[in-house]
């Protein structure tokens, strides 16, 4: 199989897979998915050994960062195995130097308590962890579970342990908007980076995201007339924008999908846990990696399926929410493809 980097058709390099090691997830978060869920059989997720032979492959072909993802990752039985050997991944590996340089994870931290020591030894160095209320009804509103308390049990043990956490907070106008100051104040004092993303509109709900949909621009204005914020040039390798807060001695990221489209650069794609390559998040071209993997001549399909990966992969998304009662941008749910 051919090591040549993977190139789309915009001349865009790719170096940063995410991957979905399991739909499943021990939140319900109302706008990310229903009540009642259903989730993908476990015969359907590649194995622990598949999963190993894909990232192989992807780093043969120039990938350099990898973030795990779910659902929520640490749900998974066997998800430590996996990271400890995909740990073993990181650092040159090639005559030319190339090789992982990172891996991280993103987890909603409910049984981040139970691994923080674990992910730290076999290799992780920073998280993020998805967070959008410090109140613990609002964030038993909003998720379906009372798990607040394992939240920040579990962000305190991945910082005891000397990982570095960003977390992550949809900003939801009428539910959280108002708490967002204080959100930032609070992870800024615990040493946190901390990132704002504007709801997506993937999968149906039980409720109508339009009427949440709070734009991240509005947001920033709001913080302008409250603390000084200069613009950063930090990058974590994703799209996120981020500005110094001078005032809490922090950094604030900002993800924007609707209001603020940011795929020029786009580095990015998604494996799901069943092996289909998404080439973008708010796309529907879809390679099946899978049946590669399990197929006569693995080497010679997955060489095919990237190079169709790369003849697939879009210009841009095109999120919208624009109106009540709209359909989503796409029938699948976020958890599918991770976040």
């Not at 509103?141 to 579990?154: I, T």
């Not at 924007?256 to 494996?271: A, D, H, I, M, Q």
Request: charged residues 25%.
């Amino acid at each position: 199989m051919t090591n040549a980097p993977l190139v789309d058709r915009f001349a865009r390099r790719i170096t940063y897979l995410r991957l979905s090691v399991t739909d499943r997830c021990d939140l319900r978060c109302t706008y990310c998915m229903p009540e009642r869920m259903e989730f993908l059989p476990r015969a359907d997720v590649l194995s622990l050994e598949e999963l190993q032979q894909v990232v192989r492959a992807f780093i043969a072909r120039g990938v350099t960062k990898i973030r795990l993802t779910g659902g929520e990752p640490l749900v998974r039985r066997d998800m430590i195995d996996l990271v400890r050997a995909l740990g073993r991944e990181l650092g040159p590996k090639a005559v030319d130097g190339s090789g992982l340089e990172e891996l991280t994870l993103t987890t909603n931290g409910t049984r981040l308590a139970l691994f923080a020591d674990d992910l730290a030894a076999a290799g992780i160095r920073r998280i993020n962890v998805s967070l959008d209320t410090l109140d613990r009804a609002r964030f038993a509103s909003l998720a379906r579970r009372d798990s607040l308390p394992q939240v920040l049990e579990g962000i305190a043990a991945a910082k005891a342990a000397g990982l570095k956490v960003k977390i992550n907070t949809v900003a939801l106008k009428g539910i959280n908007e108002h708490e967002i100051p204080d959100l930032i104040a609070w992870a800024h004092g615990q040493g946190h980076e901390i990132t704002l993303i504007e709801v997506m509109p993937l999968g149906e709900v039980e409720g109508d995201r339009f009427d949440h949909y709070l734009p991240l621009d509005a947001v920033r204005r709001a913080l302008e007339s409250r603390w000084t914020l200069s613009t950063s040039d930090a990058r974590s390798g994703g799209p996120a924008r981020y500005v110094d807060v001078a005032e809490t001695g922090g950094r604030l990221g900002f993800i924007t999908p609707l209001t603020s489209n940011f795929c020029e650069g786009c580095n990015r794609v998604r494996l799901t846990a069943t092996g289909q390559l998404f080439m973008c998040l708010g796309g529907e071209a879809q390679v099946d990696l899978r049946a590669a993997l399990r197929g006569p001549d693995p080497e010679a399909a997955m060489a095919d399926a990237f190079a169709r990966a790369m003849g697939d992969k879009p210009e841009r998304h095109n999120f919208v929410i624009d109106r009540a009662g709209a359909a989503p941008a796409l029938p699948r749910h976020m958890s599918m493809t991770g976040g």
